[in-house]
């Protein structure tokens, strides 16, 4: 079993939708979580950080659920812009970062 | 600001050419690491650092050298090119307190004929 585990998709939703993403982990000692997004041929970019408390940014809603050891996140009004690759990304020490494969998103006009 | 800085964005290499990575960031954070993305698996980590002079494994080290001189730089340098190696290979960069962020350089597309 992976230790990070994504939905690999696509998502394909029209404009304006909202979508959700779910991620779940299986080492208990990770201590910090992140959704990252990454377009096609590029880095990874920080999207934003997961607290316990759940955490809102704009359109973008994360929420951390310990006990089911999992992550979510959520898009509220898709834009084309939007269209992208979501990685979930579980920290537990130093530099060990666990990445999953990605979540596709794609946004119809 | 540049952030994290990678060179060259695209290598062909052929199989048994060595040869080197660069790396810098510009906002002194102590923490630095490599990772190569492949289809269909996660970012996996090559090397780290924690500070100049301060380098150690990370999930996938073999074939690979690091040595960190300098806050700034972290190369990466590959010994003997294996076609295995074809990917594409990240920096990253994070500061030692705070909430454990990384941040990435623009990628080396990697080809080993």
């Known amino acids: 079993r992976k230790e990070v585990e994504q939905d690999p998709g696509p998502f394909n939703v029209p404009e304006g939708a909202t979508v959700a993403f779910n991620c779940t982990y299986s080492?208990?000692?990770?201590?910090?979580f992140f959704w990252y997004r990454q377009d096609c041929r590029k880095e990874p970019k920080l999207l934003m950080s997961v607290y316990s408390s759940g955490n809102e940014d704009g359109r973008f809603t994360a929420q951390l659920n310990r006990a089911s050891q999992y992550i979510s996140l959520l898009i509220r009004d898709s834009k084309l812009s939007d269209s992208a690759t979501y990685l979930c990304?579980?920290?537990?020490?130093?530099?060990?970062?666990?990445f999953g494969t990605g979540t596709r998103l794609k946004v119809l006009a | 600001n540049a952030g994290v800085t990678q060179t060259p964005k695209f290598q062909v290499l052929k199989t048994g050419q060595s040869m080197t990575l660069q790396c810098a960031q510009d906002m002194n954070h102590e923490y630095m690491s490599w990772y190569r993305q492949d289809p269909g698996m996660g970012l996996r980590l090559i090397h780290y650092?924690?500070?100049?002079?301060?380098?150690d494994q990370g999930e996938v080290p073999n074939g690979y050298n690091v040595s960190r001189s300098t806050t700034e730089d972290f190369p990466l340098r590959l010994l003997s090119a294996a076609p295995s190696q074809t990917s594409v290979y990240f920096c990253?960069?994070?500061?030692?307190?705070?909430?454990?962020?990384?941040?990435f350089g623009p990628g080396t597309r990697l080809t080993v004929t």
């Open positions: 650092s924690v500070g100049a002079g301060i380098t």
């Open positions: 990304v579980g920290f537990s020490g130093t530099y060990k970062y666990i």
């Open positions: 080492n208990s000692a990770s201590q910090s």
């Open positions: 990253a960069s994070r500061s030692s307190g705070g909430a454990y962020e990384q941040y």
